[in-house]
T-cell receptor
Framework: KAGVTQTPRYLIKTRGQQVTLSCSPI?????VSWYQQTPGQGLQFLFE???????NKGNFPGRFSGRQFSNSRSEMNVSTLELGDSALYLC???????????????FGSGTQLSVL | GQNIDQPTEMTATEGAIVQINCTYQ??????LFWYQQHAGEAPTFLSY??LDGLEEKGRFSSFLSRSKGYSYLLLKELQMKDSASYLC???????????WGAGTKLIIKP
């Protein structure tokens, strides 16, 4: 079974541009969540999708948006990029937003975004 | 507010035992997770605790005390490949979000 696939692996953008990141979950997984990871800080929750619906959203500005398609693939978009958006963006999937250990997340390798 | 604290870095010797602590303050509680993350790689699931007590899984064990807002991850018979960051995360039942600690970087020396 293929793991969670994120593309691209690396991305360099300049301030003011926008970027779209892609995530393909493990086959059969319908829940996808996105996180931002920066050195010295914990993973910051961005949003979670299940069956094409956003179930939960973290405390990020409206420049950060996402969506999920009928095949469970998800995209994340950041508009008007700022230097502070430079980070590793991780996508994680799970079979469903269930209870207990069934919630364990399977992470992709991430997209390393650098904003210059 | 919501807060999870872990030591930033720990050093241990190959073959020894190390305990990584995690304390949390969240509005609600619906389970605590430990993940391992090697440098440049994705986090991988290690353990889950929702009830008080010890969960053992091979060389790794995880403990939870809900009344104290405290957990630890115990690693035995340390191997060089255990050098990684260990992330503690709590599911907050008030908003169903996973709150993450900054991670503990574990360095194993021969």
């Amino acid at each position: 079974k293929a793991g969670v696939t994120q593309t691209p692996r690396y991305l360099i953008k300049t301030r003011g541009q926008q970027v779209t990141l892609s995530c393909s979950p493990i086959s059969g997984h319908r829940s996808v969540s996105w996180y931002q990871q920066t050195p010295g800080q914990g993973l910051q929750f961005l949003f979670e999708y299940f069956s094409e619906t956003q179930r939960n959203k973290g405390n990020f500005p409206g420049r950060f948006s996402g969506r999920q398609f009928s095949n469970s693939r998800s995209e994340m978009n950041v508009s008007t990029l700022e230097l502070g958006d430079s980070a590793l963006y991780l996508c994680a999937s799970s079979p469903s937003p269930g209870q207990g250990a069934n919630e364990k997340l399977f992470f992709g390798s991430g997209t390393q975004l650098s904003v210059l | 507010g919501q807060n999870i604290d872990q030591p930033t870095e720990m050093t241990a010797t190959e073959g020894a035992i190390v305990q990584i602590n995690c304390t949390y303050q969240t509005s609600g509680f619906n389970g605590l997770f430990w993940y391992q993350q090697h440098a440049g790689e994705a986090p991988t699931f290690l353990s889950y605790n929702v009830l008080d007590g010890l969960e053992e899984k091979g060389r790794f064990s995880s403990f939870l005390s809900r009344s104290k807002g405290y957990s630890y991850l115990l690693l035995k018979e340390l191997q060089m490949k255990d050098s990684a960051s260990y992330l503690c995360a709590v599911r907050d039942s008030s908003n169903y979000q996973l709150i993450w600690g900054a991670g503990t970087k574990l360095i194993i020396k021969p």
